[in-house]
């Protein structure tokens, strides 16, 4: 029978600590299991998590395409439809679309961040719309309901 004082654990669970460089009595003496030569054996060896041994690295072993332009303009796109949604919901009432309206109702992530007017949807509100960039569908669309576009630059 078992008692909290008297038990054990399991059998081979427990292992003796490999105690390192303690002398060759211990069975890691010597090498101190390190292995023979080289930078690893060595004190103070350091070397980069991505070096490989001298193996040409993944990072120039993979094939490279295509080109990333660094000037690339990354928009948030609003459509239509969804500013349509907005009025129809009445959380827009003064007519005026701009970076805080959109940014308060959660249809862009990010207030400072350009977006983009896409025509995507119908527009029946008479709206004025300040946006980064408009496409042509979306300008003719907003013009010809009698609203007003003003692009701000960035």
């Given at each position: 029978m078992s008692y909290l004082s008297n038990l054990r654990p399991a059998k081979g669970s427990n292992k003796k600590v490999k105690r390192i460089a303690r002398g060759e009595g211990s069975g890691h003496g010597g090498t101190a299991t390190r292995g023979m030569n080289g930078q690893r054996s060595r004190s103070g060896a350091k070397y980069r998590a991505w070096f490989e041994g001298g193996q040409m690295p993944l990072q120039r072993r993979v094939p490279k395409?295509?080109?990333?332009?660094?000037?690339?303009?990354?928009?948030?796109?609003?459509?239509?439809?969804?500013?349509?949604?907005?009025?129809?919901?009445?959380?827009?009432?003064?007519?005026?679309?701009?970076?805080?309206?959109?940014?308060?109702?959660?249809?862009?992530?990010?207030?400072?961040?350009?977006?983009?007017?896409?025509?995507?949807?119908?527009?029946?509100?008479?709206l004025n719309v300040e946006a980064h960039a408009f496409s042509a569908s979306a300008k003719e669309k907003i013009e010809s309901v009698g609203g007003t576009i003003k692009e701000i630059k960035f």
């Open positions: 395409r295509g080109f990333k332009s660094p000037f690339r303009v990354e928009y948030q796109v609003v459509n239509l439809n969804r500013l349509q949604s907005l009025v129809d919901n009445k959380k827009i009432e003064d007519g005026i679309i701009n970076a805080v309206s959109l940014y308060k109702n959660k249809v862009i992530s990010k207030a400072v961040a350009p977006y983009k007017i896409l025509g995507v949807g119908e527009l029946k509100a008479k």
